[in-house]
């Protein structure tokens, strides 16, 4: 069993609908629930900021600020993390309007937000993230991306590079008689990222394919079977050496193509995710909502159980109405689940009762108006 990572205490200074607002908590779960715009989605927002990025609405800073508040917002929490207890800090009170939010770590500014996960690890599931299957390929993407980072935070550089490059080509590319050697160089340096890129999503999907065999039988939910297309498909065995030399190859040969198009219309950022429901055989974008939402459940359960499995520390997850789509028995099964990947979970629901069978490992809070009790 993976060590336990859990929030000690969590304080919210002019956080959306927080004023202020101070909680202790401990290692039990945590189930936040309370009527429509009680506030309970913020507070796992709030949450997610322990981890890089823009946590679970890809929110900008200033929207999570206040309405009325003079300063920024700010999030304090003190975590019994993966090296030991940690107080962090992070938002973006005192910092100068466009900048990024801050962190400090036991009161000392960390250099990046990269630092946090060297002390939690922070995953969720939302709403938000139900039409994943339906949806462009571009959310599939960034879902996929995240589980990669989440074990090799080199991949968000390599991407943001690899974007940086082909914008240059791109650009290039439209010049009236682009220097050849000048358009070479970019595209060596796109086939270097773009190929570690696509081996790091792959070896994500083997990871996670090998757990969901291993694990499927315990599961109450569907698994899944996962596959990537669009950009060098199914080359994983072969060395990176030979697939840079393809993909420079594709980019050379496409050029007049891709100048007609006004992009790049090869790489990493044409790939997808394809989801599979195992048992049925069917594409998850034709399966039901019920059984999109399953699918869904145990492909982030799985991850939750990866990261746990490769770090030793379980992450925090973050369920956000997790309950509203289930029956009672595949709720109870989740509770189990969860519980079983032995870290610490925060849950929402509109309804205490559905929360009954985490019983005594549930703390149970009630969010109203912005404020919390329990
Ligand atoms: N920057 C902000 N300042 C003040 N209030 C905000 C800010 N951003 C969002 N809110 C408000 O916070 C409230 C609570 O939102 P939240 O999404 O947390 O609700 P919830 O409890 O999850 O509700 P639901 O059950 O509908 O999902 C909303 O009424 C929203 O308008
Ligand atoms: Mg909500």
Known sequence: MPN???LNRLKLTEFR???ALSLELDQRHVVLTGENGAGKTNLMEAVSFLSPGRGLRRAAYADVTRVGAGDGFSVFAEVEGMEGTVEIGTGTAGVTEGQSRRLRLNGTPAATVDELTDHLRVLWLTPSMDGLFTGPSADRRRFLDRLVLSLDPEHGRRSSEFDRAMRSRNRLLGEFRPDPSWLTAIEKEMAGLGVSMALARQEMLGLLTALVERTVDESVF????LALSGFLDDEGHRPAYDLEE????????????????GRTLDGPHRSDLLVRHREKDMEAARCSTGEQKALLVGLVLAHARLVGDMTGHAPILLLDEI???????????????????????FMTGTDQAMFEALGERGRFLTVSHGSVTG
């Open 246 to 261: 393809q993909y420079l190859t594709m980019l050379r040969d496409g050029r007049p193509r891709d100048a007609a198009a």
């Open 4 to 6: 336990k990572v859990f």
């Open 323 to 345: 309950a509203a789509h289930l029956d009672v028995n595949r709720r109870a099964a989740l509770f189990d689940l969860v519980d079983g990947l032995g870290g610490q979970a």
């Open 17 to 19: 609908n927080y004023a």
């Open 222 to 225: 569907p698994s899944a079977r």
